[in-house]
T-cell receptor, first 116, second 114 residues
Framework: DSGVTQTPKHLITATGQRVTLRCSPR?????VYWYQQSLDQGLQFLIQ???????AKGNILERFSAQQFPDLHSELNLSSLELGDSALYFC???????????????FGPGTRLTVL | AQSVAQPEDQVNVAEGNPLTVKCTYS??????LFWYVQYPNRGLQFLLK??????LVKGSYGFEAEFNKSQTSFHLKKPSALVSDSALYFC????????????FGKGTSLLVTP
């Protein structure tokens, strides 16, 4: 158990809909990262938050957004869903205090999104 | 860009034999390299990392990895494979241009047969 929790585990929805994925980082971790895992694209970085502020963006679509709340949990919002958005979405957390990437990212169990 | 490559889609090894899962990196500056393992329908579990120092890094579950700067490699090794080691293994590098997010290789499926 990494200490990172994600809900829900599974999500099935229809094209055009909007969903919200939730992540609670390990106790004390300030950084949260979101990744997408799909068969064709592999594991891709989406977005990072540090202590409530957006820190970096990866290959995140404009239809996707995220935020980190004062209690440090994070939510990933996916809207106008398309079939191709079906994937496993992971959240990872790290201490984030070194500022130089030496800390370890610990991953949650993921949310499997299926868009029908 | 900071990237890693895993040249093998699948590695097959008999139980009890040594195993190696290969990873090469392309990084400007000093690399921060990681290995993760993913079991079916599970999240990624951290195995080990290289930041600096000793080129041989020891990690969880008996795994180790050797950092080789001249060959730009970071191969994952285990002296004696177990059937339970069968899983998907990912090499990754921290990307200083993306908030130190992880750039992953495509993954190598390890199959250990009894």
């Amino acid at each position: 158990d990494s200490g990172v929790t994600q809900t829900p585990k599974h999500l099935i929805t229809a094209t055009g809909q909007r969903v919200t994925l939730r992540c609670s980082p390990r106790s004390g971790d300030l950084s949260v990262y979101w990744y997408q895992q799909s068969l064709d694209q592999g594991l891709q970085f989406l977005i990072q938050y540090y202590n409530g502020e957006e820190r970096a963006k990866g290959n995140i679509l404009e239809r996707f957004s995220a935020q980190q709340f004062p209690d440090l949990h994070s939510e990933l919002n996916l809207s106008s869903l398309e079939l191709g958005d079906s994937a496993l979405y992971f959240c990872a957390s790290s201490e984030g205090t070194s500022g130089k990437g030496m800390d370890t990212q610990y991953f949650g169990p993921g949310t499997r999104l299926t868009v029908l | 860009a900071q990237s890693v490559a895993q040249p093998e889609d699948q590695v097959n090894v008999a139980e009890g034999n040594p195993l190696t899962v290969k990873c090469t990196y392309s990084v400007s500056g000093n690399p921060y390299l990681f290995w993760y393992v993913q079991y079916p329908n599970r999240g990624l579990q951290f195995l080990l990392k290289y930041i600096t120092g000793d080129n041989l890094v020891k990690g969880s579950y008996g795994f180790e990895a050797e950092f080789n700067k001249s060959q730009t490699s970071f191969h994952l090794k285990k002296p004696s494979a177990l059937v339970s080691d069968s899983a998907l293994y990912f090499c990754a590098v921290r990307d200083k241009h993306s908030g130190y997010a992880l750039n992953f290789g495509k993954g190598t499926s390890l199959l250990v047969t009894p």
